[in-house]
């Protein structure tokens, strides 16, 4: 089993930054792929980024060149540094984390989020 717990969100002006962090744990040692979501109201949870076993990064269009994701070597941590944050960032954000066996997941972890509101 594995525990996420996010913190960081709250309220920032438009063009301002936050930086969110996950703390996972228990059997940690299973994780292969680790990601933030993100849902605004009346809206479908979105994935925002990923970040791989190995280290490799993807992001959505929306948030590309403006967010960055990050984990530690142990897969104990993961952090999403958002710049230049926009009104349309407002949202509940989520850490997720995966086990995969070829490519498929058979386990999968959620954090309880955090809220994030870009506002002036």
């Known amino acids: 089993q594995v525990q996420l717990v996010e913190s960081g969100g709250g309220l920032v002006q438009p063009g301002g930054s936050l930086r969110l962090s996950c703390a996972a744990s228990?059997?940690?040692?299973?994780?292969?792929?680790m990601h933030w979501y993100r849902q605004a109201p009346g809206n479908e949870r979105e994935l925002v980024a990923t970040?791989?076993?190995?280290?490799?990064?993807e992001y959505s269009d929306s948030v590309k060149g403006r967010f960055t994701i990050s984990r530690n070597a142990a897969m104990s941590a993961l952090w999403l540094q958002m710049n230049n944050l926009k009104p349309e960032d407002t949202a509940v954000y989520y850490c997720?984390?995966?086990?995969?066996?070829?490519?498929?997941?058979?386990?999968?972890?959620w954090g309880q989020g955090t809220q994030v509101t870009v506002s002036s």
């Open positions: 228990g059997s940690i040692f299973t994780i292969n792929h």
């Open positions: 970040i791989t076993s190995t280290g490799d990064t």
């Open positions: 997720h984390a995966d086990h995969r066996s070829l490519g498929v997941v058979i386990h999968d972890y």
